[in-house]
Structures are given as C-alpha cells and as structure tokens.
C-alpha cells in the first residue's frame, strides 16, 4: 500500500507514495540562458500559484540587487543576454557595481496558503534564510542551508545561495510571492519545488513564519556583562524582547537571531522566557542566550544541524547570527505560545536585534506585520573617509573628468532600457508557471480518476 503526504524521514524513501512532483522556477521560458526574473522597485512578483493538496518541500533561492557608481569599461548592450555577472572582481577596478547593502531587508517574502485572508510568512527575504543584517554566512542545519562566495561572506548585500527544507503542507492552494519595497531591480533565480497529493492532507498543520525588530532600551548598557552590579538585578520579563507571540493550536520549531552588539563586552547572557497558553506565568525558562542556542561560555564558531552561530561577532564588528531549531523537539500549544528572551541579563543591555520565528499552525493564516522598508535595514558601523581638497585642474584634467562624466550619462540612459526590457519579461514568466502548475495538476487528477 502506498502512503500520501509528505515524506519525513529517511524510513520513508523506502516506501512508496501517491504523489507527483513538479518545480516553479525563474527558468527561462524561451529556451535561452536568462534563467532570472528581474523584479521592478515597488512591485510583488508571484513565484509559485499551486492548486491542492500537495506541498512545497524545497526552495532555493539566490539574488542579486546593484547600485552602480560609475561606468563600466564595457557598454551595457553586452550583457543583454548574459548571466548578470559582474565583468571582473571589483577590486581589480574595472567594474563599478556595487551591491546594494540592504536589500535583503527591503525585500519581503510573502506565503499564502488556501486562498486565506491573511499571509502565514512575512519574512524579509534575507532573515528568512538566516542572512542576518543583510549579511550571508555559510552554513548547514536541517531546514536551512546557506552558502556564499567566500569574498562575499560578511559583507552587507553579498550574494549566496539559499535553501529552505521545512515541509509546507497545503489542501487547496499554495500561493508564494516577492514583494520589492527597495528601490532598485531586484534580480531573482528561484526553484520552488512540490508534490501534489490525490488526497486531502488530515490534521495538516500549516508552515508560518514571522519577522520583529528592536533598538532595546537598557537600563545599564554602560555596565559590563557579568559584573556583580548587573547580575544582582531580579529580570522584568515584561521588558524583554519578543521573538514571536501566537495565538492558537500548534507547535513552534525555533527562530533565528540577529544581534548588533555596541557595547564591547558580549550580547548575551539574557535568559529565554517563554510561555505556552498561559501567557502570565512562563513555562519555560532558560539559563543563558547561548545556553538557548546549544552553546556554553558564550557563542562559538559553529553551527550544527539544530542550532549554532551563522556569523560570529568577534569576526563582524559586534554582528551575530544565531539560530536554533526545535526539530525533534517542537514546542506544543493549544492555545498560543510567546517566546521572549532577556536582552543581557535584567535587559541592561542597548543592542539592536531581529529574529525570524517559525512555527505550525492550525490556522492557514496569522495577523502579521513588518515596518516600513526603511526602518527594517541593520545598523552600520561607518568608516569615515578623511575629507581632502581636489587640487585645480588642469585643461587635459578636465577634457577627461568631462568625457567620463558623459560616458556615465550614456550608460545609465542605455541601462535603464535594459532594466525595463528584462522586467518586462517578469509578468509572462509568472503566467507560464501558473499554466505549467494547472496543467500538471489537472493531468495528475486525470490520472487518479481513471
């Protein structure tokens, strides 16, 4: 006998299943090698419109999102129907693209299921993966797994490649989009890959997931971590931050944690509270923020299948990433869960931080929300160039700062037509998916009526 659903764990590849598999991809639907979407500033762009039951099982993403600061050696016209590479590294000094810093945070990640009023994922799209601040580092866990260009690893808006594993159930629709609040062309390769069931999916619990930010108020960020000073404080755990607060039936399965630390010392030390149903008294208390994260005498430099450090703040300036994931031991409510955490113990510490949670529901859908794409982008720490005096020029001097400055006009007016032809081929690549999915499902429910 053969089983219907999704598959969870090694046992069951070898069983037989009633399912048939198929992919939303940024594939490119004429044939060619321009295997991106190019998604315009302001504009949502639909990645995968499926019809149940079925389920998403894997998505990998990567993206690119540039700022140029001046012209390329070569014109634009050249890379018309070429992979968007950059022409040479960047320090060699022939290319003038930059990546913009905080796009990862200006783009959103929205997941619909069952045609609900409400999203069940509003994640930045960057968070979502783990690429706290805008920042990728490599690493592997069950449901995540992240890898970047060495060169580009710890810089704001470097380029990697993004899994996601978490099964995504759904009985009759499964709607993903990308929503471009930045305000630059957001470019997107994207797999979104699926089973279809012949069969309703019972006691289905559907995939969430939510973004918080906050610039935490201390009360002592001046006072070091651990000085007998801070830890005489008894904790107001209604100061502490919220990493996500539920209501309803389900089981929460971890969260990710970015943290800008200011003060030198380390950001830790604040307990994880949590409370299941009864939201006055917690249910669960912790011993230690890298105690939550599986680690011990702070946070070191590893990450294993459940939890550890995606970028360690003594290798960032004070940026740190974190994330645990409760695979085998998910946290069940009935009624709603809040998990919380002490920012430094007693919360005397100031640091800016953000966390994605995850978690399965009963409902299909959540009342979430983000801030505005300007408030979501990480702090930075600013180097500041000395300012110098140019000295006069000479007329040779200013023959060519003139032609340079007129080869920039000609190449943004040429890359702006460029921009607008490759977005313009967004929208049919969205309607090509949408028909490949109906027509897949429809051959699939024609071959189970028979």
């Excluded at 309703?200 to 995939?207: M, Q, R, S």
């Excluded at 070191?300 to 360690?312: E, P």
Aim: aromatic content about 12%.
């Amino acid at each position: 006998m053969s089983v219907s659903g999704p598959a969870s764990s090694l046992s069951d590849l070898a069983r037989l299943r009633d399912a048939r598999s198929g992919r939303s991809s940024s594939w490119d639907q004429s044939g060619r090698n321009k295997d991106y979407w190019l998604i315009e500033p302001g504009t949502t762009a639909v990645l995968a419109d499926l019809q149940g039951p079925g389920a998403i099982t894997h998505i990998w993403m990567t993206s690119f999102c540039r700022r140029h600061v001046g012209p390329s050696i070569q014109v634009p016209e050249l890379h018309a129907d070429v992979a968007p590479v950059t022409e040479m590294e960047n320090a060699i000094g022939v290319n003038w693209e930059v990546n913009d810093p905080d796009y990862y945070r200006k783009v959103l990640l929205r997941f619909t299921w069952e045609d609900a009023d409400q999203p069940a994922v509003l994640v930045p799209l960057g968070d979502f993966f783990g690429l706290g601040h805008g920042m990728p580092g490599s690493y592997n866990s069950i449901p995540f797994v992240v890898s970047s260009r060495p060169q580009e690893e710890k810089t704001f808006g470097g380029t990697a490649s993004m899994n996601c594993y978490f099964s995504m159930p759904f009985n009759k629709a499964a709607r993903v989009e990308i929503i471009n609040e930045n305000d630059l062309h957001v470019g997107l390769f994207f797999h979104i890959d699926y089973d279809f069931y012949p069969r309703p999916i019972e006691d289905i619990a559907y995939f969430h997931a939510s973004w918080a930010s906050a610039n935490n108020a201390g009360w002592g960020d001046d006072i070091a971590v651990n000085t007998p000073e801070v830890n005489s404080i008894v904790n107001d755990d209604a100061q502490n931050y919220v990493i996500a607060e539920i209501h309803g039936r389900g089981h929460y399965v971890g969260c990710n944690l970015s943290v800008a630390h200011y003060q030198g010392s380390w950001w830790g030390e604040g307990d994880d509270v949590i409370y299941v149903d009864d939201f006055e008294t917690p249910a669960i208390l912790g011993t230690g923020s890298e105690d939550y994260f599986n680690h011990a005498w702070g946070m070191q430099r590893n990450a294993s299948l459940y939890s550890g450090t995606i970028l360690h703040e003594g290798d960032t300036d004070g940026y740190q990433v974190s994330y645990r994931f409760h695979i085998t031991d998910p946290i069940a409510f009935t009624t709603g869960i809040k998990v919380t955490m002490e920012h430094g113990h007693g919360n005397h510490l100031s640091d800016s931080w953000a966390s994605t949670a995850y978690w399965y529901e009963e409902s299909p859908g959540s009342d979430l929300s983000v801030p505005p794409a300007d408030e979501r982008p990480a702090p930075k720490k600013v180097w500041n160039r000395p300012q110098v005096t140019r000295p006069e020029l000479n007329a040779e001097q200013r023959a060519a700062a003139a032609l340079y400055q007129e080869r920039w006009r000609i190449q943004k007016e040429q890359e702006q037509t460029l921009l607008k032809l490759n977005a313009e081929r967004t929208p049919p690549a969205e309607r090509g998916n949408f028909e490949q999915a109906r027509a897949e499902r429809a051959s699939y429910d024609e071959m189970n009526s028979k």
